[in-house]
């Protein structure tokens, strides 16, 4: 099934791309959300119109994702929390705990960028990695400490 993307959607594409999906996964999960719509003659005229200026406006938005990243790469976030002797945290250091981080050292991430499998549940060096743009990701470091 042809549709056309209304946002981006990860692993599939930006706005305006036309991808040919299994029905399924269109029917149950891009048109329910609004993600994509069916690719009729009169949609793929309506989103030619516009591809010049989706296409400046996704170069603008990569080449300020690539200055954010280059502002990034010497950040390193340090967390002291309470933790036990062998070093396991007695909570965790999530998604959440990260943003407030960045947004205090002066950094705009936005929320669904940070990519963690799991919270930070043990001390020392970790290392989360910050997708930007598709193309774009930073690594930032993070060190947990034991507080007293």
């Known amino acids: ?55 400046t406006l996704v170069a603008a938005e990569v080449k300020s994702a690539k200055e954010l990243t280059e502002k990034l790469a010497g950040v390193n976030l340090s967390f002291s929390v309470p933790a036990s002797e062998e070093g396991k945290l ?13 947004k205090a050292a002066g950094y705009e991430v936005p929320k669904n960028s ?16 910050l997708r930007l743009q598709p193309e774009v990701i930073a690594k930032v470091k993070v060190s947990v400490t034991t507080r007293e």
């Open 90 to 102: 007695f909570g965790s250091i999530g998604k959440a705990d990260l943003l407030k981080s960045l």
């Open 1 to 55: 099934m042809k549709v056309i993307l209304r946002s981006t959607v990860d692993n599939l594409g930006r706005p305006g791309d036309v991808k040919d999906v299994k029905t399924g996964y269109a029917r149950n999960y891009l048109l329910p959300r609004k993600l994509a719509e069916m690719a009729t003659e009169s949609s793929l005229k309506y989103w030619e119109k516009g591809k010049e200026k989706r296409a």
């Open 114 to 129: 940070i990519h963690l499998e799991t919270a930070i549940k043990t001390t020392g060096e970790h290392e989360v990695s």
